[in-house]
């Protein structure tokens, strides 16, 4: 069973910039689609970017896209979200998740972390 451990949270000014990283083990790494998702205070879970097995191929969110960027590493079973000019809207707690497919619902999503919390000061 994969287990999934994000860590980067933290808190940051407006315009700043911070780095999340989702850690993956017990699976077959490369062979996952792997998601970001965000929760804000008082809002439902919604779609941030996700990736293809290879790391080649990435969507993402328009709130977003131009921000953040997801990459990965399936030599080191990490995956990344680079987050630059960060607005207090991306205020929320980050999830990443796994998938057989590329996918924008969460219901597509098999294994999910904890979390970690992002907080952006204006």
């Excluded at 991306?90 to 796994?98: E, K, L, R």
Aim: aromatic residues 12%.
């Amino acid at each position: 069973q994969v287990q999934l451990v994000e860590s980067g949270g933290g808190l940051v000014q407006a315009g700043g910039s911070l780095r999340l990283s989702c850690a993956a083990s017990g699976g077959t790494f490369s062979s996952y689609a792997m998601g970001w998702f965000r929760q804000a205070p008082g809002k439902e879970r919604e779609f941030v970017g996700t990736i293809d097995g290879s790391g080649r191929n990435t969507y993402y969110a328009d709130s977003v896209k131009g921000r953040f960027t997801i990459s990965r590493d399936n030599a080191k079973n990490t995956m990344y979200l680079q987050m630059n000019s960060l607005i207090p809207e991306d205020t929320a707690v980050y999830f990443c998740a796994t998938s057989r497919v590329v996918s924008v619902s969460d219901h597509g999503y098999d294994y999910w972390g904890q979390g970690t919390q992002v907080l952006v000061s204006s």
